[in-house]
């Protein structure tokens, strides 16, 4: 019985990685389309359709029924098939700094990135808003497979729709809430990536203005408590970053 139970977690992993991977692929894709990837803003782009992507796959399962792992891998792994066949073939280049600065700024920035990561593996949702009528919403959700509302008296739940479609993806897969905290993850990266590309743009140093951000204490206790305030704060960010 362990070992099914085992295996059935490792495919849901799978599916995970899979239906990510078709999000990534494709905002790969859509970046390139628009011509959008040079420097940090391409890498700000990269990331907003990516969240975009997921955030249109939940709302087109939810709306149909389809709120569970077996459909949105299916599509996901349609999808990243055909994205496959383009050519030429989509070629990720990453390439490291090559100063002590940049290095180090780099190593920062992957222990910031890192320590969320561990927080997320201990930390539960302790937050009240979000134990009060932001994660009930997701919950009822993916067990009945479909979007609802008013599931109790708390008048605040209602569309499942903003971060809560973020949340629900590191949800859905596994059918479990030890990685719900990657959505904020996610956020806060997102944010960074903004405030280097608003640093950018006036000509300030980003990549400590990035890891300043990053470790500002409210940024790193916000990324793992399950509230919408550094969702909200990523995407005001992101638009000065991409008008500036």
């Keep these: 019985g362990r070992t099914i139970i085992n295996q059935v977690i490792l495919l849901r992993i799978l599916g995970l990685a899979i239906a990510t991977g078709f999000c990534g692929s494709a905002a790969l894709a859509l970046r390139r389309r628009l011509g959008l990837e040079r420097g940090s803003a391409g890498l700000l782009t990269f990331l907003l359709f990516f969240t975009t992507v997921q955030s249109l796959l939940l709302l087109a399962a939810g709306l149909t029924g389809t709120l569970s792992a077996g459909p949105l891998v299916l599509v996901s792994a349609a999808g990243w098939?055909?994205?496959q066949l383009r050519?030429?073939?989509?070629?990720?280049?990453?390439?490291?700094?090559?100063?002590?600065?940049?290095?180090?700024?780099?190593?920062?920035?992957?222990?910031?990135v890192g320590s969320l990561l561990v927080k997320t593996l201990l930390l539960e949702p302790h937050v009240g808003d979000s134990i009060q009528y932001h994660l009930p919403k997701i919950a009822e959700s993916i067990q009945a497979g479909r979007f609802v509302w008013g599931i109790n008296h708390d008048p605040r739940i209602w569309f499942s729709?903003?971060?809560?479609?973020?949340?629900?993806?590191?949800?859905?897969?596994?059918?479990?809430?030890?990685?719900?905290?990657?959505?904020?993850?996610?956020?806060?990266?997102?944010?960074?990536?903004?405030?280097?590309?608003?640093?950018e743009s006036l000509d300030a140093r980003p990549g400590l203005a990035g890891i300043a951000y990053l470790f500002?204490?409210?940024?790193?206790?916000?990324?793992?408590?399950?509230?919408?305030?550094?969702?909200?704060?990523?995407?005001v960010l992101a638009a000065y970053a991409l008008v500036a």
């Design 161 to 199: 729709a903003g971060f809560d479609l973020i949340q629900t993806w590191w949800v859905v897969f596994l059918r479990h809430d030890a990685l719900m905290e990657l959505g904020g993850v996610q956020m806060a990266i997102l944010a960074a990536v903004a405030v280097v590309t608003l640093a």
């Design 87 to 112: 050519r030429p073939r989509l070629v990720v280049q990453i390439r490291p700094p090559a100063d002590p600065t940049g290095r180090t700024l780099l190593g920062l920035a992957a222990l910031g």
């Design 216 to 235: 500002v204490p409210a940024v790193l206790l916000q990324a793992t408590s399950c509230g919408n305030d550094l969702a909200v704060a990523a995407f």
């Design 81 to 83: 098939a055909l994205l």
